[in-house]
Structures are given as C-alpha cells and as structure tokens.
C-alpha cells in the first residue's frame, strides 16, 4: 500500500486551475516530487524540490508543500494535460523511496 | 541526453525468476551523483518502487521485495539489472528503470518501460 495518499480522481474544465494533492508523513522531512503519466508512456518528472520544473515543463505547472502535504497545481490546464499525475518523496523509514497512489486528471 | 533501455524476456514462467538489465547511454551508471532505480506498474495500477543501486555497488530495496529482489551494475558495459525471484502472477507488470539524483530531485530519466508477464 502506498504510504503517500493522492486522491483517485480530479477533474477540471478546460483553462481553469486545478490542484493535486499528497499526502504523508514522509513530506514532512522530503519535497515531492511530481510526474504527469500518458497511457502507454513512461512518467516525465514535471515538479521537484520547492517548486522546479525540469526543462521544457510548462510554467502552467507549479509545486507547493505545507506539513504533510504536497500540491500540483496546474494553472489553467490545457487538453493535453489530461494524465495520471503521481507524487513521489525519499522516506526515512523502512522504504527509502515511496510513490502515491496517483491521481486520474481529466479535463472537462 | 541520458537514454536507459530496458531488456529482458516478455514471459517468464510462475516460480522462476524475472531478469532485466537497463543500458544507460549518455551518462554513466559510476557516477557519484546519481542512484539507479527500478521501478514496476501492473496494468492500471500505480507504480511501485523495487529497489536501487549506487555507483559503490550499496544497494537499497523496498522492504516487501527484499527477500526476491538482487539488484547488480556493470560498469564496464554501463547497465544495471534486476533478478526478481519466486515470481507469481501477481508480479506481472511494465518494469522501468530510472535515474534518481542523490540530490533528490526526483526520477529525471526513465526507460521507456518493458512488459513482463507471469505465466505458464
């Protein structure tokens, strides 16, 4: 079982904004990090650390993080943007890297 | 740019074990800054951390694979592998390997991702 928790499902209409969450207790030492998945193709990393994007990420994609929980906001989300979205962190416990469960976005 | 390659049988047979290697170009599998992951995601299903290598050969696993999961680097032909023992089919899944900068910052290159199934 994932110890990060993403809400199953998010949907948003198209040019809104729209948030993700994740949460755990692992956040409260570890950025996330965020990763957008499209069926058939391996995940890209979108967000890392405080709030970077990786090279050729849209600045529509943002990252924010306040006690265990991390935010992926996307501002004003685009057609192509419709992805499971999945957070990961570095743990300390007995797992050094975890995943969430990932969150399906559509956008209406 | 880094590119990793996954390769291995598509098919492996209940109770045996599931081998793969990744071939890293572009960047090498020695380098101090970086860890090598793999990293699996049965159909429809979220992904799941299996286990890294560090260019001193230390590795680390997920605790509930540890005791199936072997994780090797070669550094002369730059890859890294994985030996996942006693497998079920339950263990049917899209394995990945991927790069981890020790700066966690996150999975920045992944292999495109190969299919092993798990059955007779």
């Known amino acids: 079982s994932s110890e990060l928790t993403q809400d199953p499902a998010v949907s948003v209409a198209l040019g809104q904004t729209v948030r993700i969450t994740c949460q755990g207790d692992?956040?409260?030492?570890?950025?996330a990090s965020w990763y957008q998945q499209k069926p058939g193709q391996a995940p890209v990393l979108v967000i890392y650390?405080?709030?970077s994007r990786p090279s050729g990420i849209p600045d529509r994609f943002s990252g924010s993080s306040s006690g265990n929980t991390a935010s992926l906001t996307i501002t004003g989300a685009q057609a192509e943007d419709e992805a499971d979205y999945y957070c990961n962190s570095r743990d300390s416990s007995g797992n050094p890297v975890v995943f969430g469960g990932g969150t399906k976005l559509t956008v209406l | 740019q880094v590119q990793l390659q996954e390769s291995g049988p598509g098919l492996v047979k209940p109770s045996q074990t599931l081998s793969l290697t990744c071939t890293v170009s572009g960047g090498s599998i020695s380098s101090g800054s970086y860890y090598w992951s793999w990293i699996r995601q049965p159909a429809g299903k979220g992904l799941e951390w299996i286990g890294r290598?560090?260019?001193?050969?230390?590795?680390n696993y997920n605790p509930s694979l540890k005791s199936r999961v072997t994780i090797s680097g070669d550094t002369s032909k730059n890859q890294f592998s994985l030996k996942l023992s006693s497998v079920t089919a339950a263990d049917t899944a899209v394995y990945y390997c991927?790069?981890?900068?020790?700066?966690?910052?996150?999975?920045?290159?992944w292999g495109q991702g190969t299919l092993v199934t798990v059955s007779s």
């Open positions: 991927a790069r981890d900068p020790v700066a966690g910052t996150g999975f920045d290159y």
């Open positions: 290598i560090y260019t001193s050969g230390s590795t």
């Open positions: 650390g405080k709030n």
């Open positions: 692992s956040l409260r030492s570890y950025y």
